[in-house]
């Protein structure tokens, strides 16, 4: 019988699967809010309903941390503002999959930094293919890529990593969900100037709401929750690289939910991208059953 140390990288390899999946279908069901409130809009909306519903459930008690804790928090709103912003500016103007794989490039060059196995270093290219095959794709297919588009993705890539890092560290940190909580009140709070007409639109809106709500839940609650519990079982680095998953993941979105053309090349980048989370899996446990006990993610700097 697995013992519980052993499996928990499997199960943290589960707990990505599911962000994975969850997180495109979520952008799906916001990009058709954007019409009516606006990208930066919605990102407010889903943030704040996220943060309320984490709120009620997780019931923090920040007023006993010390000051390094609430660092880690605060930087972490900053990063979930920030990069669910960028993100959402990026697909109102180009295609959910290419604007994913984009976006990944951030983690990517984290698990690149990061790798410390040549075997990582092999599968972080197969990834990086898959990236660059979309991308050529989103260029010279039906649906060339905008430019600022291309801009805000870049941009939430690069918030993306702060992302990981802070999502470590807070876990790290403060026990529980706690820290994640209060991340997003402090996103939801740096969002607010944006997020007041969509608020008023959508109370007049009842339709509009559930699907703010679903965006929420979908977007934020349970790829967050475990995304921060996945990071307390894998390294950074094989995090960073299971989330190549996502890209495949939302190009099936875009296809199902949007009528998003699903091309060759798309399927052949899914196809290196998938193989890439596989091969990294594998290493896992192979690390795991050489190494010994598993260890927790690599320590970041105070």
Known sequence: MQSPASS???????????SCLSLPFGAAVAAQLF???????????????AALVLYVAVRPRPRRWNRQQWTAAVLFGVSLAAMNGCFYAAIERIPLGPAVAIEFLG????????????????????????????????MIGSEPLDPVGLAFILVAAAFWIMYIRMSARVGRLIPGHSGLSVGLLVAAVLLLPVGVPAAVTVVAAPDLLLLAVIT???????????????????????????????????????????????????????????????????????????????????????
């Open 8 to 18: 928990r990288p499997l199960v943290g390899v589960a707990l990505v699967v599911g």
């Open 35 to 49: 019409p009516v409130l606006g990208p930066w809009g919605v990102t407010s909306l889903r943030v704040a309903i």
């Open 107 to 138: 983690p990517l060059v984290l698990a690149a930094v990061l790798t410390r196995r040549m075997a990582d270093a092999v599968w972080v290219g197969v990834a990086l293919a898959g990236m660059a095959l979309l991308g050529i794709d989103g």
């Open 216 to 302: 929420a839940v979908l977007s934020s609650v349970i790829p967050y929750t475990f995304e921060l519990a996945a990071l307390r079982r894998l390294p950074q680095r094989v995090f960073g690289v299971l989330l190549s998953l996502e890209p495949a993941f939302a190009t099936l979105a875009g296809w199902l939910i949007l009528g998003q053309d699903a091309t060759i090349l798309r399927m052949l980048a899914v196809a290196l991208v998938i193989a890439a989370s596989v091969g990294t899996t594998l290493g896992v446990r192979r690390e795991k059953r050489d190494e010994g006990p598993f260890t927790a993610p690599i320590p970041l700097p105070e």
